[in-house]
């Protein structure tokens, strides 16, 4: 199984404020190996945030985001203490979910 | 073009030539410029954590054949102690008789109370595609351990003080095929390999910036590298001889830097280009 994210949450003002680390190879399929055969694409496709069951992030990724992305946004409300939900899905269909606490 | 004056046809040409010269200056200001700004940039989400999360499991768990956690593993401050001790590293271990810094303890801990062989501690000292070093992760941690302290290397430790004189001759010494020191990288101020800055390592604030930020991710790697890794792989650019992992060769380079930045607050593991 995937490792976990590192997730960080903060009300700042009135939206809540959300940095999130992944643990993911995002390979290309572009790049070859020593053998000079291509290695397969391995990246995630989607990330789905939600807060409070309501969904406040759904990305469709592709092969242009770095090996371990980080991502950071802001959403409207939330307040300590709530929960934020994040999920990745690969395209081998692998998926992790992870969830941290408003601070 | 049949009607033009060839003289101003060369004038345009000189024109064109400044141009290019008076561009190629200012974009090497700003390229540096805008390296600062990336970096600064990255600061942010340091994929480190990452290693740090993992490290930190991987101390608490029972590994190796005899199923033992590092919680007896000394790294100088006492079984378990995690925190400062790598600004207090290399230091001299008297129950391996050996001045030894993070990586190597770490595989002494793993071979002598964890059971595991020398070869399986080592087997991936450095990670790449598909094969992920324990030994970089583990560093992760304890390195941030350290995070705001004060590196203070013993240096009125005779074992350790010899570490650094020998250190310090290597430093200095010039060989293989391209007859390089660290020295001749290392060693004035506003080198650069490609577009990198290189830190003088034989001044204070430059061994202070320098020793003090690593364990670091390589973003261009996308892994997390320790100091045996630096000094590995600056052997490799001198045209050195394989610098043995944990070697006494290592050890004493590491002391002198360490030694050399005596005083800075440590502040990795961080992020690099």
Not at chain 2, 110 to 131: C, H, I, L
């Amino acid at each position: 199984m995937a490792d976990p994210m590192k997730i960080r949450a903060n009300v700042v003002g009135d939206s809540t404020e959300v940095k999130v680390l992944m643990n993911h190879e995002m390979e290309t399929g572009q790049r070859k190996d020593a053998q000079g055969k291509i290695i397969p694409g391995w990246f995630i496709q989607n990330v789905k945030v939600t807060h409070n069951d309501k969904v406040v992030l759904d990305a469709q990724w592709g092969p242009a985001v770095a090996k371990n992305p980080f991502l950071s946004f802001k959403f409207k409300g939330g307040a300590k203490g709530e929960k934020v939900r994040i999920t990745w899905t690969d395209n081998r269909n692998d998926t992790r979910t992870d969830e941290a606490t408003i601070a | 073009m049949k009607d033009m004056h060839p003289r101003k046809l060369a004038a345009g040409v000189v024109v064109a030539v400044l141009g290019v010269t008076i561009g190629v200056a200012l974009a090497q200001t700003s390229t540096v410029d805008e390296i600062a700004k990336y970096r600064e940039a990255l600061q942010d989400g340091n994929p480190a954590e990452l290693w740090e999360a993992r490290g930190e499991e991987m101390w608490t768990k029972p590994r190796g054949p005899k199923q033992v956690s590092f919680a007896r593993c000394d790294l100088g401050m006492g079984p378990g102690v995690v925190k400062g001790a790598y600004a207090h590293l290399p230091r001299y271990f008297a129950d391996a008789r050996r001045v030894m810094d993070l990586e190597t303890r770490l595989v002494w801990c793993m071979v002598n109370e964890q059971g595991m062989s020398e070869a399986d501690a080592t087997k991936t000292t450095f990670g790449g595609p598909g094969r992920r070093s324990d030994i970089e992760a583990l560093a992760a941690y304890v390195s941030g351990q350290s995070r705001g302290v004060k590196i203070d290397v013993a240096l009125d430790e005779p074992h350790v003080r010899d570490m650094y004189q020998l250190g310090e001759k290597m430093f200095f010494f010039r060989g293989g095929t391209h007859d390089f020191a660290c020295a001749t990288c290392h060693g004035d101020d506003g080198k650069r390999i490609r577009l990198q800055d290189l830190p003088n390592l034989t001044t204070v604030e430059g061994a202070r910036k320098a020793y003090s930020t690593w364990p670091a991710y390589r973003v261009s790697q996308g892994e997390l590298r320790t100091f045996q890794w630096r000094l590995n792989d600056c052997f490799r650019q001198q045209r050195f001889p394989d610098l043995v992992f944990g070697s006494d060769a290592s050890i004493a380079l590491t002391a002198y830097l360490a030694g050399r930045a005596n005083g800075a607050s440590f502040d990795a593991p961080a992020i690099k280009r």
